[in-house]
């Protein structure tokens, strides 16, 4: 097998874990319009769809630079921040502008002040029930903090040497979290129990805040440092793919169990971190060579992940606008029919999406890059030539 052929094999494994998350989220997201019964009784489980995208983010975004850190090398936070920026705002832009110029699009009764969605603290005193459109973005406010924190806080364990000595942080962040889970609840929840806004009470203090749903970041950020400082325990692992996968299946369906009433207290402070080590579990089986996910490749999960993030971004302002337009042929709002439609058209405006404004940034992305390592090797070659000198 060439290399070639192993980054494929790679890819395609998290392609379908990308697929996956997003179908997730389209189908949970699909039931605040018109929707089959049927909907109801197989989703209730679909928020989790956003925890696999953060476990995902935490392993993807964490190892390329724990690899550098286990091999002696830099992190280059410009590098960094320049790809985190051309992944993510032109895309992200373009679809906010469309919320804020075409009130049609609006999906629910109001939109969050302009500065939230700029400074990405929409997720912050969240307030669902009366701005409740465009409100999935607060996902991405979560994986902002993350990509704006993350990077520093290795560069000062880099700057004070102490990185090798810093394995106490993740556990420690872990228990940390359900802390403040602890206090959210009996603080800031618990007092309205009784209330009938309870549960936009519940949304604003323990769903949304990124304090609150770190969780599925630090599974994908415990997954890499595994794999980049513990290569022996890593090689052990991997070739148990399948055996992880069905362990993963295992804690989520005992997750799925524990987060049944989504708004308890069991689920609010435990439920969140068995989701995360689930689908932790199910990533390391992505990337498995012995997993069934690993060795499977398939064009519509991988062309599903590549669409991903403009899916989650407009899926909710396309299925607001086509179902009534589709109505108004015949077929009925309710019907599965119009589920596979509304689906295909947001796919198709994912598509449009992605070609439009993604593609054309990320290539624009990619020739920043190579600038800027061909200035690098040749400041180096510079350097190089006055020492020998």
């Given amino acids: ?30 039931r605040m319009f018109q929707h089959p019964q049927w909907l109801d009784n197989i989703m209730g489980f679909g928020w989790t769809g956003v925890d696999l995208f953060f476990v995902l983010s935490g392993y993807l975004i964490s190892y390329p630079l724990f690899v550098n850190m286990a091999s002696g090398k830099n992190i280059s936070l410009p590098e960094f921040f320049i790809k985190r920026f051309f992944r993510i705002i032109p895309a992200y832009l373009v679809v906010l502008t469309i919320y804020f110029l075409f009130p049609a699009f609006h999906e629910r009764e109001a939109l969050p002040p302009l500065w939230k969605f700029l400074t990405f603290t929409q997720n912050f005193n969240f307030d669902i029930k009366n701005y409740g459109t465009f409100s999935h973005v607060w996902s991405l406010c979560v994986e902002e903090h993350f990509y704006l924190l993350f990077p520093l806080v290795l560069i000062t ?23 403040i ?66 362990l993963s299946l295992l804690v989520l369906t005992g997750a799925w169990f524990l987060c049944n009433e989504q708004e308890s207290f069991y689920a609010s402070i435990f439920g969140y971190p068995l989701v995360a080590a689930g689908y932790g579990l199910m990533v390391i089986a992505a990337v498995s060579p012995t997993s069934i996910l ?4 398939s064009r519509v999960t991988a062309l599903i992940a ?50 439009a404004v993604e593609a054309p940034f990320l290539r624009l992305r990619q020739r920043i890059l190579n600038k800027r390592k061909a200035i690098t090797h040749k400041n180096v070659a510079l350097l190089t030539k006055d020492s020998a000198a």
């Avoid at 392609?15 to 189908?27: G, K, N, P, T, W």
């Avoid at 690993?294 to 490749?297: H, I």
Wanted: proline share 3%; net charge positive.
């Fill in 294 to 297: 690993y060795r499977y490749n």
């Fill in 157 to 179: 364990l880099l700057r004070f040497k102490v990185w090798r000595k810093a394995g106490f942080l993740l556990p420690a962040l872990f228990i940390l979290g359900i802390g």
């Fill in 306 to 355: 590549k669409l991903s993030f403009a899916l989650y971004l407009s899926h909710k302002g396309v299925i607001h606008l086509v179902q009534p337009l589709l109505a108004q042929t015949g077929i009925a709002p309710k019907g599965s029919l119009m589920l596979v439609l509304c689906l295909l058209i947001a796919v198709l405006g994912a598509f449009i999406l992605n070609k």
């Fill in 1 to 30: 097998m060439t290399n070639t052929d192993i980054t494929v094999k790679k890819l395609s494994g998290l392609d379908h874990l990308r697929s996956l998350a997003i179908l997730m989220v389209l189908f949970y997201h699909y």
């Fill in 181 to 246: 889970r602890l206090y959210c609840w009996y603080a800031l929840i618990a007092p309205h129990a009784e209330q009938d806004n309870f549960w936009v009470i519940w949304y604003r203090h323990m769903y949304y805040p990124t304090y609150t749903r770190l969780d599925g970041l630090l599974a994908g950020v415990s997954i890499a440092v595994l794999f980049a400082f513990k290569p022996a325990a890593k090689t052990w692992i991997i070739k148990r793919g399948n055996v992880i996968l069905l």
